[in-house]
C-alpha cells in the first residue's frame, strides 16, 4: 500500500480503516483497544505507543515504517 505523498500518520489509519470497510469501533475490538482511542489517532490527539504501532501494521498489512512515517517516537 503506498500512500499519497504528503498523508498524514492519522490519516493513514482512517484510510486503512476505510479501505476494510470497518467502524472505530471494529478496529478497536480487532486490535484490542477501544472507539474512543481510534477516534483520537484518526484526529492526531494521541499517538499509539510502539506496541500499538506494530499492532495496527499487522491488522493493515503494511510495514510500520509506512503506516507511521512521519510519527514522532
Not at 489509519?13 to 483497544?33: C, F, H, N, P, V
Not at 472507539?35 to 500499538?52: D, F, I, L, S
Amino acid at each position: 500500500m503506498i500512500f499519497p505523498q504528503g498523508t498524514a500518520w492519522n490519516d493513514r489509519i482512517r484510510i486503512m480503516r476505510a479501505i476494510k470497510d470497518l467502524s472505530q469501533e471494529a478496529l478497536a475490538e480487532e486490535i484490542g483497544t477501544t472507539r474512543k482511542q481510534v477516534y483520537r489517532w484518526e484526529k492526531g490527539k494521541t499517538k499509539p505507543n510502539a506496541y500499538t504501532r506494530r499492532k495496527l501494521s499487522q491488522w493493515a498489512g503494511v510495514p510500520e515504517q509506512t503506516l507511521f512515517k512521519g510519527i514522532d517516537k
